[in-house]
Each structure stands twice: as structure tokens, then as C-alpha cells.
């Protein structure tokens, strides 16, 4: 019994890390949102407002569940498709809108979010 105790913290410890690592690549997601939401371009191209949207959406559907890492890593499988198509959305508008290298690296940027964010999906399994 005392082995199944153990591997049992072992695998809250991982969920716990794997929230932890989403937390961080969700930072990074905000920042991207930030510049986005503050750049001169988004007037010309509200259609950029749809990244941010997503975004915020992710991080308000986890945000409640941080202190829950099974129900936090089953949400953020159930989101990340809709996040995935809002970043592919995006990847395609930012160039449209400016080719200053902000968005070219926000757009590098918020792939990078993505990426990770399945990798942590991955791992949760």
C-alpha cells in the first residue's frame, strides 16, 4: 500500500507541475493579447481582436481550476482545439495587418503557446 501512496503523490505532483507549466505558456499567451489589444493596427484590422479573445477565454476557463489539476488538464484538453483554430486564424491575419517584426514574433509566439500547451496535454495522459 505504501508504494501506491507514494505513486499517488507522484502523479498529483506531476499534474501539479503540468498546471504550473500551463500557467506559464498562458502568461506568455497574455502578453501576446496585451500587444495585440494596444497595437495601432487592430483598428484597421478587428479581426486581430479574435486572438485576444481566445486568450482571455483559455486562461478564464482555467483560471478556476488551478487548484484542481485533474479538472485543470481536462479543460485544457476540451479548449485547446478552439485555441488552436483562433491561433492558425491568427498566424494568417497578423502578416495582413503589419509586417513589423512584433507580429511576426507574436505570431511565432503564440504557435510557440500552442505547442506547448499540447505538449502538456500529451503528458497529462
Known amino acids: ?18 498546471v504550473a507549466r ?7 499567451a497574455w502578453m501576446v493579447r496585451a500587444f495585440v489589444r494596444h497595437s495601432n493596427e487592430v483598428e484597421d484590422f478587428p479581426e486581430l481582436h479574435e486572438i485576444g479573445r481566445a486568450v482571455f ?6 483560471e478556476t481550476r488551478v487548484d484542481d489539476p485533474p479538472g485543470y488538464l481536462r479543460m485544457l484538453s476540451k479548449k485547446l482545439a478552439k485555441f488552436r483554430l483562433a491561433v492558425e486564424q491568427f498566424a494568417t491575419d497578423a502578416p495582413k495587418a503589419s509586417s513589423h517584426t512584433n507580429f511576426a514574433m507574436a505570431v511565432i509566439s503564440i504557435k510557440g503557446c500552442v505547442t506547448e500547451l499540447e505538449a502538456i496535454v500529451a503528458a497529462s495522459r
Not at 477565454?57 to 482555467?62: C, K, S, T
Open 22 to 28: 500551463a500557467q506559464m505558456t498562458l502568461a506568455h
Open 1 to 18: 500500500m505504501a508504494a501506491m501512496s507514494s505513486d499517488a503523490t507522484t502523479s498529483d505532483d506531476a499534474r501539479r507541475q503540468l
Open 57 to 62: 477565454d483559455l486562461a478564464r476557463a482555467l
